[in-house]
Protein backbone atom coordinates (compact mmCIF):
# COMPACT_ATOMS: atom_id res chain seq x y z
CA UNK A 1 0.00 0.00 0.00
CA UNK A 2 1.41 3.50 -0.68
CA UNK A 3 0.86 6.48 0.91
CA UNK A 4 1.26 10.11 0.01
CA UNK A 5 2.48 12.92 2.44
CA UNK A 6 2.07 15.99 1.39
CA UNK A 7 3.74 19.42 2.58
CA UNK A 8 3.85 23.04 2.01
CA UNK A 9 0.91 24.16 2.15
CA UNK A 10 0.16 27.68 3.84
CA UNK A 11 -1.05 31.44 3.37
CA UNK A 12 0.62 34.09 0.88
CA UNK A 13 -0.48 36.89 -0.98
CA UNK A 14 -1.72 37.60 -4.73
CA UNK A 15 1.28 37.35 -6.49
CA UNK A 16 3.57 35.33 -4.76
CA UNK A 17 4.95 31.48 -4.34
CA UNK A 18 4.48 28.48 -2.78
CA UNK A 19 5.86 25.36 -3.40
CA UNK A 20 4.53 22.02 -2.36
CA UNK A 21 5.92 18.59 -1.86
CA UNK A 22 4.51 15.09 -1.51
CA UNK A 23 6.49 12.11 -0.47
CA UNK A 24 5.41 8.64 -0.97
CA UNK A 25 6.14 5.14 1.11
CA UNK A 26 6.62 1.86 -0.99
CA UNK A 27 8.82 0.83 -3.83
CA UNK A 28 7.06 1.59 -6.76
CA UNK A 29 7.29 5.13 -6.56
CA UNK A 30 9.81 5.27 -10.04
CA UNK A 31 6.87 3.60 -11.65
CA UNK A 32 4.01 5.59 -11.16
CA UNK A 33 2.69 8.66 -12.78
CA UNK A 34 1.63 11.30 -10.30
CA UNK A 35 0.18 13.84 -10.56
CA UNK A 36 -1.81 17.26 -8.18
CA UNK A 37 -5.10 18.02 -7.77
CA UNK A 38 -6.81 21.05 -6.00
CA UNK A 39 -10.55 21.04 -4.58
CA UNK A 40 -11.70 25.00 -3.50
CA UNK A 41 -14.89 24.63 -0.90
CA UNK A 42 -18.40 24.32 -2.85
CA UNK A 43 -16.38 23.18 -5.84
CA UNK A 44 -15.54 19.86 -7.25
CA UNK A 45 -11.92 18.28 -6.91
CA UNK A 46 -10.10 19.57 -10.36
CA UNK A 47 -6.85 18.16 -11.95
CA UNK A 48 -3.91 20.66 -11.70
CA UNK A 49 -1.08 18.70 -12.95
CA UNK A 50 0.71 15.22 -13.84
CA UNK A 51 4.16 14.01 -14.46
CA UNK A 52 5.13 10.02 -15.84
CA UNK A 53 7.33 7.70 -14.39
CA UNK A 54 10.31 8.81 -16.12
CA UNK A 55 9.66 12.73 -15.58
CA UNK A 56 9.82 13.65 -19.71
CA UNK A 57 5.93 13.69 -19.86
CA UNK A 58 4.10 16.55 -17.97
CA UNK A 59 0.41 17.80 -18.20
CA UNK A 60 -0.99 20.85 -17.27
CA UNK A 61 -4.64 22.61 -16.44
CA UNK A 62 -4.95 25.54 -18.62
CA UNK A 63 -6.04 27.59 -15.78
CA UNK A 64 -2.32 26.84 -14.53
CA UNK A 65 -0.25 26.45 -17.67
CA UNK A 66 2.95 28.49 -17.33
CA UNK A 67 2.38 29.71 -13.68
CA UNK A 68 3.11 26.23 -11.92
CA UNK A 69 5.69 23.30 -12.55
CA UNK A 70 5.56 19.81 -11.71
CA UNK A 71 8.87 18.09 -10.88
CA UNK A 72 9.70 14.91 -9.32
CA UNK A 73 13.26 12.93 -7.84
CA UNK A 74 12.57 9.02 -8.21
CA UNK A 75 15.66 8.70 -5.62
CA UNK A 76 13.79 10.31 -2.93
CA UNK A 77 10.53 9.44 -3.87
CA UNK A 78 9.15 12.94 -4.05
CA UNK A 79 7.03 15.25 -6.39
CA UNK A 80 6.66 18.95 -6.15
CA UNK A 81 4.71 21.09 -7.28
CA UNK A 82 6.20 24.65 -7.50
CA UNK A 83 3.35 27.55 -7.66
CA UNK A 84 4.19 31.10 -9.00
CA UNK A 85 2.26 34.34 -9.68
CA UNK A 86 -0.63 32.83 -7.31
CA UNK A 87 -4.15 34.26 -7.25
CA UNK A 88 -6.86 34.20 -4.94
CA UNK A 89 -8.61 31.67 -7.37
CA UNK A 90 -5.90 29.23 -6.15
CA UNK A 91 -7.20 28.91 -2.96
CA UNK A 92 -7.80 25.06 -2.80
CA UNK A 93 -6.71 21.86 -0.44
CA UNK A 94 -4.26 20.33 -2.59
CA UNK A 95 -4.11 16.62 -3.31
CA UNK A 96 -0.95 14.63 -4.49
CA UNK A 97 -2.44 11.53 -6.47
CA UNK A 98 -0.37 8.20 -8.05
CA UNK A 99 -1.24 5.84 -10.56
CA UNK A 100 0.06 2.43 -11.99
CA UNK A 101 1.17 3.95 -15.43
CA UNK A 102 4.08 4.82 -17.80
CA UNK A 103 2.29 8.22 -19.73
CA UNK A 104 0.61 11.41 -18.07
CA UNK A 105 -3.08 12.17 -17.96
CA UNK A 106 -5.19 14.32 -16.21
CA UNK A 107 -7.80 11.64 -15.77
CA UNK A 108 -8.68 11.22 -12.20
CA UNK A 109 -10.08 7.54 -12.81
CA UNK A 110 -6.79 6.43 -13.53
CA UNK A 111 -4.70 7.39 -10.04
CA UNK A 112 -4.96 4.77 -7.16
CA UNK A 113 -4.08 6.58 -4.32
CA UNK A 114 -4.11 9.90 -2.82
CA UNK A 115 -2.77 11.65 -0.15
CA UNK A 116 -4.80 14.21 2.75
CA UNK A 117 -4.25 16.96 1.32
CA UNK A 118 -2.58 20.46 2.04
CA UNK A 119 -4.40 24.16 2.28
CA UNK A 120 -3.26 26.71 -0.05
CA UNK A 121 -4.96 30.48 1.00
CA UNK A 122 -4.19 33.14 -1.75
CA UNK A 123 -5.33 36.39 0.16
CA UNK A 124 -5.36 39.57 -2.14
Known amino acids: QVQLVESGGGVVQEGGSLRLSCVAS????????MGWFRQAPGKDREFVAD????????TYADSVEGRFAISRDNGKNSVYLQMNSLKPEDTAVYYC?????????????????WGQGTQVTVSS
Open 26 to 33: GRSFSTAA
Open 97 to 113: AGGSRSYSSGDQGLYDY
Open 51 to 58: ISPSGYGI
